[in-house]
């Protein structure tokens, strides 16, 4: 699977660039972040610039208070969702990974103290996701929620932003073309079929769902968005 191509427009790579050069999705603060996760050898499975512009975008569009996020590897996609919270909003998010977390957790400091998060609490949480999520509960209902962890997760992840999202609120799942596999479950087997069929299922399920309204958007990876409507 080419988990490595993340380039916003691959089928034509000169409107991929045309789309860089006017929209100009990097700045010093996110520029900065890639480069601290690549120097401290963290994979480069961030999201890519133009979809941490997209998350932006669609967080601005909900001005959300209180934010899940499932998946931090060095912050990259925190600061992007941050920037369109309310002020005094939280947002916490999950990493099972302690030294992405430790790098995270660096990065998002020195981007508030770039003036980032006006005021949104981030708070890094280390483990597992699953087992994390129910400490937080309390705190809901929640406006976003945005996943980007592990694949065969994504099905859970969702049952539990379903529960916990208030109506108006949306989840956000990313990689759900499953790197160009989505639609070809049923020529796989083995971890490939674990991890392309979890994300099969997951979009089948929110497609699905009686208290969602979604779609699937033709992002370089697949972004899979659903609004809670009753
Ligand atoms: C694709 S990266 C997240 C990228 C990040 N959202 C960004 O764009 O900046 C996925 C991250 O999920 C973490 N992860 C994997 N399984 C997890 C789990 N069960 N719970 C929490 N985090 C997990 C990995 O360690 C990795 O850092």
Same mark, same amino acid.
Not at 35 to 55: C, F, N, T
Not at 81 to 96: D, Q, Y
Not at 179 to 187: F, N, S
């Given at each position: ?16 660039? *045309? ?32 979809? /941490?512009?997209?998350?932006?975008? @669609? $967080? ?9 996020? =499932?998946?931090? #590897?060095?912050? *990259? $996609? ?22 992405? +977390?430790? @790098?995270? $957790? +660096? ?9 980032? &998060? ?14 994390? #999520? ?9 406006? #976003? =929620? %945005? ?6 997760? *994504?099905?859970? *992840? ?14 956000? /799942?990313?990689?759900? %073309? ?14 490939? @079929?674990?991890?392309?069929?979890? !994300? ?5 399920? !929110?497609?699905?769902?009686?208290? &969602?309204? $979604? ?9 899979? =968005? /659903?609004?809670?409507?009753?």
């Amino acid at each position: 699977m080419a988990k490595d191509n993340k380039a916003f427009g691959q089928g034509m790579p000169e409107i991929a660039a *045309y789309a860089e050069s006017v929209f100009n999705p990097i700045d010093p603060v996110l520029d900065f972040v890639r480069r601290k996760s690549a120097e401290g050898e963290l994979p480069a499975i961030q999201v890519g610039p133009m979809d /941490g512009l997209h998350l932006e975008i @669609l $967080s601005r569009l909900l001005n959300p208070r209180r934010v899940i996020e =499932v998946g931090t #590897l060095g912050g *990259y $996609s925190a600061i992007c969702l941050a920037r369109g919270m309310v002020s005094g909003g939280v947002i916490h998010t999950f990493e099972k990974n302690e030294k992405h +977390a430790a @790098l995270a $957790s +660096a990065n998002i400091a020195w981007a508030k103290e770039q003036g980032e &998060f006006r005021g949104v609490e981030v708070t890094v949480h280390v483990g597992a996701a699953i087992d994390m #999520l129910p400490k937080v509960e309390p705190e809901g209902p929640f406006d #976003l =929620v %945005f996943i980007d962890a592990d694949k065969p997760g *994504y099905p859970d *992840y969702l049952d539990w932003a379903a529960k916990t999202l208030r109506v108006g609120g949306a989840v956000l /799942g990313d990689n759900t %073309f499953a790197w160009g596999q989505v639609h070809r479950t049923a020529e796989l087997a083995g971890n490939e @079929l674990k991890m392309v069929g979890s !994300l099969d299922r997951f979009n089948r399920e !929110l497609a699905a769902h009686p208290r &969602f309204r $979604s779609t699937i958007l033709p992002t370089a990876e697949g972004l899979t =968005v /659903g609004v809670k409507v009753r």
